[in-house]
Nanobody, 122 residues
Framework: QVQLIEAGGGLVQAGGSLRLSCAAS????????MGWFRQAPGKEREFVAA????????DYADSVKDRFTISRDNAENSVYLQMNSLKPEDTAVYYC???????????????WGQGTQVTVSS
């Protein structure tokens, strides 16, 4: 079955950086658009970033543009989220997602990971 396993979350001070990773299995990874979402306590899950199968196109939420970078390694079946200049409002559980459709389709993905906690202290 499809598995998306996130790693790399943790506690960091405001202004710091973290790199999340997501290892995929059970699907033809290079044919899937990959995305990252997050959910803060008491809030709905929200889109963070997405990347096409080739890595040639990316999409970001306005709140993370110029601070976060999504990338992928199809040889490793992995997608990454480099998060710089972190703010307390970035605190959330971060989820990896996959969809066989286009970059817009990943906003309602077919598959989800279990999530990894990111906490940014002020």
């Amino acid at each position: 079955q499809v598995q998306l396993i996130e790693a790399g979350g943790g506690l960091v001070q405001a202004g710091g950086s973290l790199r999340l990773s997501c290892a995929a299995s059970g699907l033809p990874f290079s044919g899937y658009v990959m995305g990252w979402f997050r959910q803060a306590p008491g809030k709905e899950r929200e889109f963070v970033a997405a990347i096409t199968w080739s890595g040639g196109r990316t999409d970001y939420a306005d709140s993370v543009k110029d601070r976060f970078t999504i990338s992928r390694d199809n040889a490793e079946n992995s997608v990454y989220l480099q998060m710089n200049s972190l703010k307390p409002e970035d605190t959330a559980v971060y989820y990896c997602a996959a969809d066989p459709g286009g970059i817009a389709a990943v906003r309602r993905p077919a598959y989800w990971g279990q999530g990894t906690q990111v906490t940014v202290s002020s």
